[in-house]
């Protein structure tokens, strides 16, 4: 999301929160050497970290995941937003 070389914590979470309820592409390292893909919509905004809803395919049961706003900021979270055309194609996919 915020693409400025000096953000702050407090930009992040703002331009975290505008998107509330949005699709998202969300990219972020399980471990030193596993990524992982998800999509999901962002549903909680806190002071200190925001909560994405992500559909499991596997039990159909939605998982929640949390991440800091720190982890966006040091890029070990990469969060992108899917736009209305492209949110059909990507649920399916």
Known sequence: MPQ???ATLNDVRREVEAHKGDLI??????????LYR???RIE???PSIFTVKVENPRSHVPER???SYSDVLTRSVRIAL???EESEA????
């Not at 592409?25 to 596993?34: R, T, V």
Request: positive net charge.
């Open 25 to 34: 592409k969300l990219q972020a390292h399980k471990s030193k050497k596993k």
């Open 38 to 40: 998800k999509i999901g």
């Open 82 to 84: 899917i736009k209305d």
């Open 4 to 6: 400025n070389t000096h």
């Open 65 to 67: 995941l949390s991440f």
């Open 44 to 46: 909680g905004i806190y």
């Open 90 to 93: 990507a649920l399916t996919a």
